[in-house]
């Protein structure tokens, strides 16, 4: 059973080549031939990385993600899944061969639109949300490891043309081919249908945003936030308790500004629910959100037609920019910063 | 927690759907009477289903001697593999569906397994300290 799972990875690893495709098979470098000059010897893997995948499986990719008018050549979804390693590759096993177009110039452009729309998107989502923690949700969301996937998910893994160096891994180069899309539709439609592709892709995706809010100290930080909206100053109260002599306590303790009840806590004991109410009031401020129906994205205000940013034609669309949420509260920093945490 | 290691996870068909099958491959012998339904459904059938279906790449193999088969390779790197000797007409089209909507994953017995999900309950957990005393 091991075995057989270990066969089926190591042959998802090799590269196979179609013969159909091949202009003569064997190559000419693989038959020997005794000459003065010594060369190396011929490496099957190599060369077999060396050639592009057929156009069935390129064609079929572009109808897979639903963008067989955008990447409507072979050429251009070649483009899009090699990487910029791969010329070295090129050059040292086959340099008499046309020089391939890389990825390299979309994927920068195609990582910053991901940001943009990323940001715009979680930022009017959760205008509460601290700003470390927008920008941990921002990498979780179109960051390498989620574009790695989503290549990997749409079926990029066999298409894609690299070169393991020190700099690349294969995450690295398979994330260039999402963002490498993202661009080539900026370049052939507009920014709104490259947003559609984003938000159909990227940001349907499930992230724990929950877990990237760390507390220090919710207690104070709640005390600052009450403060600042002029509220009365917090209480907690014990609601219900159970088997407080035992060894398995249950408290559970409400933390309330006057009236109103803003969080509560359970917990085994009385300190460790109060500090899980101050943190639940505090998640019920920074993960409020904006239904998606009442979102008004600043790229919105774009005209729809064909084209960059810079020439489509056409009028502006209203939008109505939402309230600023509140700033964060910021007390005893001491200096050291870590992505998501949050006091 | 290092920004560079965060990830989200799928959620195939909320908005994209993106179909598993990535490509099927017909493998048949050319002489043998046990691929000649086979070499029917290639000649008469293949090419309405590769129109159809533009996102499965369709390879078509020769398989000397041997029964006629067809395999589905999918995104999570697996296989599938079907014999289609004596089936008909229509029992190749149906098996050849088969792979078309499968997503490749194994097949998983499921008459001992308990409710399983990745997503938090609707209406919470139920706890005896929220709920209401009992009324006698």
Known sequence: MAAQKRL??????????????????????????????????????????????????????????????????????????????????????????????????????????????????????YPHLPTRVLKAAVSAQVGTQTCAAVAQEMGAAPLLRWHRSDDVSHSDALASVPRAITALIYEKLSLLSARQFVHSYFLSREIDL???????????????????????????RLLKETGRYSNSPIFVVGIYSGADKLGEGFGSSLRMAEYRAAEDALHRVYLTRVPNHLMSLPTSTFPTGLGSVFKVKGKEKPHTPADLGMAEVEYGRSGRSSAGYTD | MLRGTLRSFPANGHAAFLPQIRKLVFECCDRWPSSETTRNYLFTRLVGLARDNPHVEIVVRQRVHREPIVRGFYINNRDKVIPLNGLSLAEITQKVHLLLDSSGAKIKPLKRRTVESNTESVRGIWSGLHADRPDL
């Open chain 1, 8 to 125: 089926v990875s190591t042959a998802a690893k090799i590269a196979s080549v179609s013969t159909a495709y091949l202009p003569r098979f064997p190559p000419r470098e693989a038959i020997f031939k005794h000459s003065e000059i010594p060369k190396p010897p011929f490496a099957p893997e190599t060369w077999a990385s060396t050639r592009p995948p057929p156009p069935s499986a390129l064609s079929a990719f572009a109808h897979r993600i639903g963008l067989a008018s955008v990447l409507s050549t072979s050429d251009s979804v070649l483009r899009v899944c090699t990487h910029s390693s791969f010329p070295t590759l090129q050059q040292q096993f086959a340099p008499d061969e046309r020089k391939v177009q890389t990825n390299a110039q979309l994927a920068p452009l195609g990582n910053a639109l991901l940001g943009l729309f990323a940001t715009e998107f979680i930022h009017t989502a």
């Open chain 1, 210 to 236: 929950r877990g990237m809010i760390k507390f220090r100290h919710p207690k104070i930080a709640l005390l600052e936030m009450i403060k600042k909206l002029n509220r009365e100053y917090p209480k907690s």
